[in-house]
C-alpha cells in the first residue's frame, strides 16, 4: 500500500468530482500559472488512490505542468457500480480514457502506477492517440508468479468471504508481524485505514485477481508505441528496492520496449511518496525531452 507522506494538497490545486461519459472520478487537479508544458494524468495502483501522487503535484505544477491524479472506478472516493463490461483491465482503460477526454486537453502525458500501469498500457493499446507520452512507474510486464499471486488470491478471497474490514485487520497484523511501523503522522495512519474501507469491495477483489492473472502485452506495446502514428515517448521507473515487481524485471521490460529507464536508489514500490522531488524532477525532465537509458545519481 502507498503511503502518501502528507495529505494537504499544495497551492492551486484543487479536490473536485470529475463528470465523464463513464461516470464521475474524484480527482487532484493542480494548475500551473502557464500550461505550455502539457497535461498529465497520474493512475494509482491496488490499494492506492490519488492521493499516492500529492507530494508530486506542486514539484511538477511549478515545472509547468497540468497534473490530475484519479480515484479509478471503485477506489476510494470514486463510488460507481460495476461497468457494463464486469471489473476487467479494460474496463478502467476505458474508464481512463474517458477520464483524459474529459479534460479536454488534447493529448495527456500518462502515468501509471503499479496496478496503474497495467491500466495505462491497455489504455494506449486501446487509442494511443488520446497520449503524448506513457511512464509506468513500478509497474510490471504481466500477472505476479509467485508468493504475492498467493497472496492476493487470499485477499480476493477474504474480501468476500469476510469483507474490507476483516480483511484490512489482517493485513495491517502481518505488515506490524513484518516490521512495518505506523506513520509518525496519526492522520495519515488513519487515512491509510480509511481509505482501504471506502473501497468498493468487488472493484478491489477485481484489481486483486487481475494482478494474478494479467498476460504479458510486452509485445503488442512495442509494436504501438512505435507504430505508423510515430514513436510513443516511453519510460519505465522504479525504486531500486521495489518489492513488487523486481527492478531486474522492469529493467528488462524496458529492453524488450526498447525505452530508457529511470531508477531511484532510496525508493521502493512508491517513488512519488518516497522520493517525490526526485521524481518529478525525472517525470518533468521526460515530458519535455526523454532521457537517456540511466538511474539518477
Known amino acids: 500500500?502507498?503511503?502518501?507522506?502528507?495529505?494537504?494538497?499544495?497551492?492551486?490545486?484543487t479536490a473536485y468530482a470529475l463528470d465523464t461519459a463513464r461516470g464521475t472520478y474524484a480527482v487532484h487537479d493542480a494548475r500551473p500559472r502557464t500550461t505550455a508544458h502539457g497535461t498529465a494524468?497520474?493512475?494509482?495502483?491496488?490499494?492506492g488512490s490519488k492521493e499516492?501522487?500529492?507530494a508530486i503535484l506542486g514539484p511538477l505544477a511549478e515545472a509547468g505542468f497540468r497534473v490530475v491524479a484519479y480515484d479509478q472506478r471503485g477506489q476510494y472516493e470514486s463510488a460507481?457500480?460495476?461497468?457494463?463490461?464486469?471489473?476487467?483491465?479494460?474496463?478502467?482503460?476505458?474508464?481512463?480514457?474517458?477520464?483524459?477526454?474529459?479534460?479536454?486537453?488534447?493529448?495527456?502525458?500518462?502515468?501509471?502506477h503499479s496496478f496503474g500501469g497495467l491500466v495505462a498500457r491497455a489504455a494506449v493499446l486501446t487509442d494511443p492517440s488520446a497520449f503524448c507520452s506513457l511512464v509506468l512507474l513500478g509497474s510490471g510486464p504481466a500477472a505476479f508468479d509467485d508468493a504475492r499471486a498467493d497472496l492476493l488470491t487470499q485477499m480476493a478471497q477474504g474480501i468476500e468471504a469476510i469483507g474490507l474490514a476483516g480483511v484490512r485487520a489482517i493485513t495491517r497484523a502481518m505488515d506490524l508481524e513484518n516490521g512495518w511501523q505506523p506513520h509518525p503522522d496519526p492522520a495519515v495512519d488513519a487515512f491509510l485505514d480509511h481509505r482501504f474501507l471506502s473501497n468498493d469491495p468487488t472493484s478491489l477483489a477485481a484489481m486483486a485477481r487481475i494482478l494474478v492473472h494479467e498476460p504479458d502485452r510486452t509485445g503488442e506495446l512495442a509494436a504501438c508505441i512505435s507504430g505508423a502514428r510515430g514513436r510513443l515517448p516511453t519510460l519505465i521507473a522504479f525504486g531500486e528496492d521495489d518489492d513488487a515487481w523486481s527492478p531486474k524485471l522492469q529493467a528488462e521490460t524496458a529492453s524488450r520496449l526498447g525505452v530508457p529507464t529511470v531508477s531511484f536508489p532510496k525508493a521502493a514500490h512508491s517513488p512519488a511518496a518516497e522520493m517525490p522531488s526526485e521524481t518529478a524532477a525525472?517525470?518533468?525532465?521526460?515530458?519535455?525531452?526523454?532521457?537517456?537509458?540511466?538511474?539518477?545519481p
Open 1 to 13: 500500500m502507498s503511503t502518501p507522506p502528507f495529505l494537504v494538497l499544495p497551492a492551486g490545486a
Open 41 to 47: 494524468l497520474l493512475v494509482p495502483g491496488f490499494t
Open 52 to 54: 499516492d501522487f500529492i
Open 80 to 112: 460507481g457500480p460495476e461497468p457494463a463490461e464486469g471489473w476487467t483491465t479494460q474496463a478502467y482503460a476505458a474508464d481512463l480514457l474517458a477520464v483524459a477526454a474529459a479534460l479536454d486537453a488534447g493529448p495527456v502525458h500518462l502515468l501509471g
Open 282 to 296: 525525472a517525470l518533468a525532465a521526460f515530458w519535455d525531452q526523454p532521457p537517456v537509458v540511466g538511474s539518477l
